[in-house]
């Protein structure tokens, strides 16, 4: 069992930047990849970034890469997303989930899943 609670949504300004971090408890983190995740309005969940468990792997999105960046620290138990150059279009919750097996950027390797944060972007 793996709990996951995310913090550090908020709303910013086209260009702003905002740090998502994800605390997991509940069973051993180090072993576990975890992804950030985000839906927005009408539109699917999608896998945003994603870590493997030793912090070696690391996938993002097209539409994220170069302006977000996926780090975790294992003695804390916690992942973050750091996001720059944010953009309307990345408004959305955002969620963390883990895996404890699978690919680690693949979608439904995740069955570990937090309430998720808003993350509201201004044009």
């Known amino acids: 069992q793996v709990q996951l609670v995310e913090s550090g949504g908020g709303l910013v300004q086209a260009g702003g930047s905002l740090r998502l971090s994800c605390a997991a408890s509940g069973r051993t983190f180090s072993r576990l990849s975890m992804g950030w995740f985000r839906q927005a309005p009408g539109k699917e969940r999608e896998i945003v970034a994603a870590?493997?468990?030793?912090?070696?792997?690391?996938y993002y999105s097209s539409s994220v890469k170069g302006r977000f960046t996926i780090s975790r620290d294992n003695a804390k138990n916690t992942v973050f997303l750091q996001m720059n150059s944010l953009k309307p279009e990345d408004t959305a919750v955002y969620s963390c989930?883990?895996?404890?097996?699978?690919?680690?950027?693949?979608?439904?390797?995740?069955?570990?899943w937090g309430q998720g944060t808003q993350v509201t972007v201004s044009s």
């Open positions: 870590i493997s468990w030793s912090g070696g792997g690391r």
């Open positions: 989930g883990a895996s404890d097996s699978g690919t680690y950027y693949s979608t439904s390797s995740y069955n570990y």
